[in-house]
């Protein structure tokens, strides 16, 4: 089993410019996240979703959107990309509420 | 919010030697999850911890979760090179708004 997988891997992008970033799991699971890392600051959880149709915001939404496209797929999208936009991002799924996340290899996004 | 500290930040530890770090929470946790990061790899679970008091052991690591809900504790035994990494722990109530504390950065000296 592929588990989550996120593409692209490598992106960079100018300030202004619009990308998504994908991912889709192979678990079966109903909950899908996405995190950012940045050095020092662990993952800070951007939006998730509990189930399909429904999406929240975590800690740190502005600037972001995301889809829930069907139970397997959850996008996020960057509308304006901005510099302080620079980071690492992780898609994660688990079974249920509170359960074990199970992450993808990472996105590292570079705004210049 | 929910506000996670984790401490250490970092650790320098020679091979054999134990290692703990915790995690404190503002607010009641009903789950702890500990997570170990190697460079240029997503998260890895290690344990998982889902009732006030447990204490849960996987191999050389142990784990446990406050009487308080608002804490938990890492161990890890007899430590060896590949324990390298960084490990976070993670918290939520009942929902899907899993936190993620900062980091403890393990380095092992052979």
Same mark, same amino acid.
């Given at each position: 089993?592929?588990?989550?997988?996120?593409?692209?891997?490598?992106?960079?992008?100018?300030?202004?410019?619009?990308?998504?970033?994908?991912?889709?799991?192979?678990?079966?699971?109903?909950?899908?996240?996405?995190?950012?890392?940045?050095?020092?600051?662990?993952?800070?959880?951007?939006?998730?979703?509990?189930?399909?149709?429904?999406?929240?915001?975590?800690?740190?939404?502005?600037?972001?959107? #995301?889809?829930?496209?069907?139970?397997?797929?959850?996008?996020?999208?960057?509308?304006?990309?901005?510099?302080?936009?620079?980071?690492?991002?992780?898609?994660?799924?688990?079974?249920? #509420?509170?359960?074990?996340?199970?992450?993808?290899?990472?996105?590292?996004?570079?705004?210049? | 919010?929910?506000?996670?500290?984790? $401490?250490?930040?970092? =650790?320098?530890?020679?091979?054999?030697?134990?290692? $703990? =770090?915790?995690?404190?929470?503002?607010?009641?946790? /009903? +789950?702890?999850?500990?997570?170990?990061?190697?460079?240029?790899?997503?998260?890895?679970?290690?344990?998982?911890?889902?009732?006030?008091?447990?204490? !849960?052991?996987?191999?050389?690591? !142990?784990?446990?979760?406050?009487? +308080?809900?608002?804490? $938990?504790?890492? /161990?890890?035994?007899?430590?060896?090179?590949?324990?390298?990494?960084?490990?976070?722990?993670?918290?939520?109530?009942?929902? /899907?708004? =899993?936190?993620?504390?900062?980091?403890?950065?393990? !380095?092992?000296?052979?």
């Amino acid at each position: 089993n592929a588990g989550v997988t996120q593409t692209p891997k490598f992106q960079v992008l100018k300030t202004g410019q619009s990308m998504t970033l994908q991912c889709a799991q192979d678990m079966n699971h109903n909950s899908m996240y996405w995190y950012r890392q940045d050095p020092g600051m662990g993952l800070r959880l951007i939006y998730y979703s509990a189930s399909e149709g429904t999406t929240d915001k975590g800690e740190v939404p502005n600037g972001y959107n #995301v889809s829930r496209l069907n139970k397997r797929e959850f996008s996020l999208r960057l509308e304006s990309a901005a510099p302080s936009q620079t980071s690492v991002y992780f898609c994660a799924s688990s079974e249920g #509420v509170s359960g074990e996340l199970f992450f993808g290899e990472g996105s590292r996004l570079t705004v210049l | 919010g929910q506000q996670l500290n984790q $401490s250490p930040q970092s =650790m320098f530890i020679q091979e054999g030697e134990d290692v $703990s =770090m915790n995690c404190t929470s503002s607010s009641i946790f /009903n +789950t702890w999850l500990w997570y170990k990061q190697d460079p240029g790899e997503g998260p890895v679970l290690l344990i998982a911890l889902y009732k006030a008091g447990e204490l !849960t052991s996987n191999g050389r690591l !142990t784990a446990q979760f406050g009487i +308080t809900r608002k804490d $938990s504790f890492l /161990n890890i035994s007899a430590s060896i090179p590949s324990d390298v990494g960084i490990y976070f722990c993670a918290g939520s109530y009942n929902n /899907n708004d =899993m936190r993620f504390g900062a980091g403890t950065r393990l !380095t092992v000296k052979p």
